[in-house]
């Protein structure tokens, strides 16, 4: 069965730090990648995506994040992260097969805390 | 522009009562629509998906049942909830077939505590 690892439960760094969230899936065929955001009190939204091509994603609010098939990783980053993006990610995977196309598998989400 | 709702917001329900919560999208026809589970440290667990007016797929077997009796209405209901029923509930939608390059649309979502 598909599966999905993120494998930091919680993240707590300074303003302007470095950020990288990792993310590894178990399927061996072609995978859709995803990254959601959960901003406190609001929606889940869409951070970024990959389907194909250049394996370096870009999202908004200078997020992005590296395919890398070898390795079946998808790590987020972002060069220096602010107090707004203080929040809980979430990588999903995609596997596009029969009838569950469009079905998504969650990582458990990494809380992202941004001390001011 | 497309928009989708959930309710009641927040649930606190005795274990063995009913449970019926409401999914609504806006702005778009024939969607597929999803719920999901979100258990503290779980992570999103998909629990049925529908690609159609009456048609329910689950993915993990539980107390819970779905039904779309619209197109744009999604419902999760339960007979007797547990307590393992508790946690945060995500309906979701994708316009067009749920093709694997398409996004989903999350809602606010319901918090449901069964004590």
């Known amino acids: 069965a598909q599966s999905v690892s993120q494998h930091n439960h919680h993240v707590i760094l300074s303003e302007a730090a470095s950020l990288e969230l990792g993310c590894n899936y178990s399927?061996?065929?072609?995978?859709?990648l995803f990254w959601y955001v959960q901003y406190p009190g609001q929606h889940l939204q869409l951070l970024l995506k990959y389907f194909s091509g250049d394996p370096l994603v870009k999202g908004i609010k200078g997020f992005e994040a590296e395919f890398i098939k070898s390795k079946f990783s998808f790590n987020l980053r972002k060069p220096s992260v602010q107090w707004s993006d203080t929040a809980e990610y979430f990588c999903a995977v995609n596997a596009g097969y029969g009838g569950s196309q469009g079905n998504l598998i969650f990582g458990k989400g990494t809380k992202l805390s941004v001390k001011p | 522009s497309q928009t989708i709702h959930q309710w009641p917001a927040t649930l606190v329900q005795p274990v063995g009562s009913p449970l019926s919560l409401e999914c609504t999208v806006e702005?778009?026809?024939?969607?597929?629509l999803y719920w999901y589970r979100q258990a503290a440290g779980r992570g999103l667990q998909l629990l049925f998906y529908s690609v159609g007016i009456g048609q329910i797929s689950s993915e993990v077997p539980q107390n819970l049942s779905a039904s779309r009796p619209q197109d744009r209405q999604f419902i999760l209901s339960s007979k007797k909830l547990l307590l393992s029923d508790s946690g945060f509930y995500l309906c979701a939608w994708i316009a067009g077939r749920g093709g694997s390059e398409e996004t989903q649309y999350f809602g606010p979502g319901t918090r449901l505590l069964v004590l």
């Open positions: 702005g778009t026809s024939n969607p597929n």
């Open positions: 399927y061996g065929g072609t995978v859709n």
